[in-house]
């Protein structure tokens, strides 16, 4: 018989995914320490530990992880070599710092793709904007340009689809895109442990924020053909099994007109295309990476009621003390479960909650989340 005891659980970061696996970890007992530079992150509060201090600090990540049993985070924006150092030293790291080294750098990423055969968009690197002229006046195609480090929720991603918009290159270490003529963006959240053994929930779709490149609005299960969602999943247990991640991981794809499915981006963590899952699945996916990271056996991920998740982003002209107008209008909507982060300033387009919105019918919780989305606001005093 294997003994279980309760681990102290370290999170890098204290955002708003922090917050909601700290809510299914009290489950398991854990003893929570998070680390993130705000004194008021959202997880400040639910945490037995909070430590304020840089993420990319090599002393602060190597200090606070050596009070820990296990290691995970909730961003990728992190001192990785603290990390490799903490992993030498026989601290369980998951998910690896090799896969965030990888993450970290969107060159790498696509390499990586490139490497282990996982359908991507055709790509070149560079190093400046004069580099990335040239690849754009070789094609003369539309593409896409993106910082291999640093870009976060849409920033550090441009459009370079004529002359124009080279005003708004980035003079930086890029990746140059084919831009992709898709019919859908989908993404599929896998889990994988230790042994090797995966759990891949079934494909969600998404709409985005024209302005702000940021998922606005998303379904579960996608509305797409039975070959294809077996296609994705199949993809994403291919990059999961690929990279070795030990944790939860989130594949974002693009669905094209042929019916291709190509790799955009992965995410080694808890993920905003996988919010609906706590009320919409039988495992949530904070509760999948949990299991994944504590050496337990992975969940069912089957999603047993369709759910649509609508992103409650800050409005384009506030910012301040975060108020919320609308929510008594909302929940009284049979099946609407909403999640305010905490966070205590609202800005232009930060997301501050989410609601998911569950009905028997699809048709149906699209309807009431669109109403959701009109009467529930992120605003101010």
């Given at each position: 018989?294997?003994?279980?005891?309760?681990?102290?659980?370290?999170?890098?970061?204290?955002?708003?995914?922090?917050?909601?696996?700290?809510?299914?970890?009290?489950?398991?007992?854990?003893?929570?320490?998070?680390?993130?530079?705000?004194?008021?992150?959202?997880?400040?509060?639910?945490?037995?530990?909070?430590?304020?201090?840089?993420?990319?600090?090599?002393?602060?990540?190597?200090?606070?992880?050596?009070?820990?049993?296990?290691?995970?985070?909730?961003i990728e924006h992190i001192n990785t070599d603290a990390l490799l150092q903490l992993q030498s030293e026989g601290l369980k790291v998951y998910p690896?710092?090799?896969?965030?080294?990888?993450?970290?750098d969107k060159g790498l990423q696509k390499q990586f793709y490139q490497d282990n055969h996982i359908p991507t968009a055709a790509f070149s690197l560079?190093?400046?904007?004069?580099?990335?002229?040239?690849?754009?006046?070789?094609?003369?195609?539309?593409?896409?340009?993106?910082?291999?480090?640093?870009?976060?929720?849409?920033?550090?991603?441009?459009?370079?689809?004529?002359?124009?918009?080279?005003?708004?290159?980035?003079?930086?270490?890029?990746?140059?895109?084919?831009?992709?003529?898709?019919?859908?963006?989908?993404?599929?959240?896998?889990?994988?442990?230790?042994?090797?053994?995966?759990?891949?929930?079934?494909?969600?779709?998404?709409?985005?924020?024209?302005?702000?490149?940021?998922?606005?609005?998303?379904?579960?299960?996608?509305?797409?053909?039975?070959?294809?969602?077996?296609?994705?999943?199949?993809?994403?247990?291919?990059?999961?099994?690929?990279?070795?991640?030990?944790?939860?991981?989130?594949?974002?794809?693009?669905?094209?007109?042929?019916?291709?499915?190509?790799?955009?981006e992965i995410a080694p963590r808890p993920h905003n295309s996988g919010h609906q899952t706590i009320e919409g699945c039988r495992t949530s996916q904070?509760?999948?990476?949990?299991?994944?990271?504590?050496?337990?056996?992975?969940?069912?991920?089957?999603?047993?009621?369709?759910?649509?998740?609508?992103?409650?982003?800050?409005?384009?002209?506030?910012?301040?003390?975060?108020?919320?107008?609308?929510?008594?209008?909302?929940?009284?909507?049979?099946?609407?479960?909403?999640?305010?982060?905490?966070?205590?300033?609202?800005?232009?387009?930060?997301?501050?909650?989410?609601?998911?919105?569950?009905?028997?019918?699809?048709?149906?919780?699209?309807?009431?989340?669109?109403?959701?989305?009109?009467?529930?606001?992120?605003?101010?005093?």
């Amino acid at each position: 018989m294997n003994h279980f005891k309760a681990v102290k659980l370290g999170i890098i970061g204290g955002g708003q995914l922090g917050k909601m696996l700290i809510q299914e970890a009290v489950n398991l007992n854990a003893e929570i320490y998070v680390l993130d530079p705000d004194k008021d992150a959202p997880c400040r509060y639910l945490a037995q530990h909070f430590e304020c201090g840089s993420l990319m600090d090599f002393d602060t990540v190597y200090h606070f992880g050596k009070r820990t049993e296990i290691l995970t985070v909730e961003i990728e924006h992190i001192n990785t070599d603290a990390l490799l150092q903490l992993q030498s030293e026989g601290l369980k790291v998951y998910p690896q710092p090799q896969v965030l080294k990888v993450v970290q750098d969107k060159g790498l990423q696509k390499q990586f793709y490139q490497d282990n055969h996982i359908p991507t968009a055709a790509f070149s690197l560079v190093e400046n904007k004069q580099e990335a002229r040239k690849v754009w006046e070789s094609g003369k195609k539309k593409m896409i340009q993106k910082l291999r480090k640093g870009g976060y929720d849409g920033r550090g991603v441009t459009k370079l689809f004529d002359e124009k918009d080279f005003e708004q290159a980035f003079d930086a270490p890029s990746v140059m895109e084919e831009a992709i003529d898709f019919r859908k963006e989908l993404s599929v959240i896998v889990a994988r442990n230790e042994q090797g053994q995966t759990a891949v929930y079934d494909p969600v779709e998404m709409e985005f924020n024209a302005q702000q490149n940021l998922v606005e609005f998303l379904q579960m299960p996608a509305d797409i053909p039975e070959n294809i969602v077996q296609q994705a999943r199949n993809v994403a247990v291919q990059v999961a099994q690929s990279i070795h991640i030990v944790g939860v991981l989130a594949v974002e794809m693009f669905l094209t007109y042929d019916d291709k499915i190509l790799v955009n981006e992965i995410a080694p963590r808890p993920h905003n295309s996988g919010h609906q899952t706590i009320e919409g699945c039988r495992t949530s996916q904070y509760a999948q990476h949990l299991r994944a990271i504590l050496g337990l056996p992975l969940g069912s991920t089957y999603c047993h009621t369709p759910s649509v998740m609508v992103n409650l982003l800050g409005q384009p002209n506030k910012t301040g003390v975060a108020v919320y107008s609308g929510l008594d209008n909302v929940l009284s909507i049979p099946g609407v479960y909403v999640h305010l982060y905490g966070k205590k300033l609202t800005k232009p387009f930060r997301k501050m909650g989410h609601i998911t919105i569950l009905h028997e019918r699809m048709e149906e919780a699209i309807k009431n989340a669109r109403i959701v989305q009109q009467k529930i606001k992120a605003t101010t005093e």
